[in-house]
T-cell receptor
Framework: QQQVKQSPQSLIVQKGGISIINCAYENTAFDYFPWYQQFPGKGPALLIAIRPDVSEKKEGRFTISFNKSAKQFSLHIMDSQPGDSATYFCAADNQAGTALIFGKGTTLSVSS | NAGVTQTPKFQVLKTGQSMTLQCAQDMNHEYMSWYRQDPGMGLRLIHYSVGAGITDQGEVPNGYNVSRSTTEDFPLRLLSAAPSQTSVYFC????????????FGQGTRLTVV
């Protein structure tokens, strides 16, 4: 049973455009929602994370929007650059912090 | 600090062979975990540990064993390799629990023939 559903599977965006990746979760006990970025041949690295006490968190060009009632959260990349081309994973965990569950990933290509 | 170090980077096994994937971290993190990454499947949790001497199963534990005798090391053992275990394996560590920043190793690409 997939607990975190991520879409789209792949995304092509023009340089300077906005990239949007969406995730939905089922488990209402989840209370930690990070996004990880992975370049080919590398391990994932934390990009940005949010907890449900806020509806939005922004770090530079990256923003997480969180909708607790809809059990959805999304990553917005403003002014997308070719260097942002990577695979992005959403994830979720609960207060016990024992198991970070990942979505299936979105491959982003930013064309110049 | 080296962070999270995984060895080997690449490995080819024959069906039925056993091997151990090594993982070490030098950040004094309590929580460590193993994931496998397959195309279109994302990262799936195999086993995790919340501290030395404590391990538990994740989403896909069958065919794998782990132990955590020290804070630094968290080896993953394949008991009898099968082609279905062909994958890229990642070890990760977090300061306290999984709901804090996870630091991943570079991965081990395993092929079982």
């Amino acid at each position: 049973q997939q607990q975190v559903k991520q879409s789209p599977q792949s995304l092509i965006v023009q340089k300077g455009g906005i990239s949007i990746i969406n995730c939905a979760y089922e488990n209402t006990a989840f209370d930690y929602f990070p996004w990880y970025q992975q370049f080919p041949g590398k391990g994932p690295a934390l990009l940005i994370a949010i907890r449900p006490d806020v509806s939005e968190k922004k770090e530079g060009r990256f923003t997480i929007s969180f909708n607790k009632s809809a059990k959805q959260f999304s990553l917005h990349i403003m002014d997308s650059q070719p260097g942002d081309s990577a695979t992005y994973f959403c994830a979720a965990d609960n207060q016990a912090g024992t198991a970070l569950i990942f979505g299936k990933g979105t491959t982003l290509s930013v064309s110049s | 600090n080296a962070g999270v170090t995984q060895t080997p980077k690449f490995q080819v096994l024959k069906t039925g062979q056993s091997m151990t994937l090594q993982c070490a971290q030098d950040m004094n993190h309590e929580y460590m975990s193993w994931y496998r990454q397959d195309p279109g499947m994302g990262l799936r949790l195999i086993h995790y540990s919340v501290g030395a001497g404590i391990t538990d199963q994740g989403e896909v534990p069958n065919g794998y064993n782990v132990s955590r005798s020290t804070t630094e090391d968290f080896p993953l053992r394949l008991l009898s390799a099968a082609p279905s275990q062909t994958s890229v394996y990642f070890c990760a560590s977090s300061y306290y629990r999984a709901n804090t920043e996870a630091f991943f190793g570079q991965g081990t690409r395993l092929t079982v023939v």
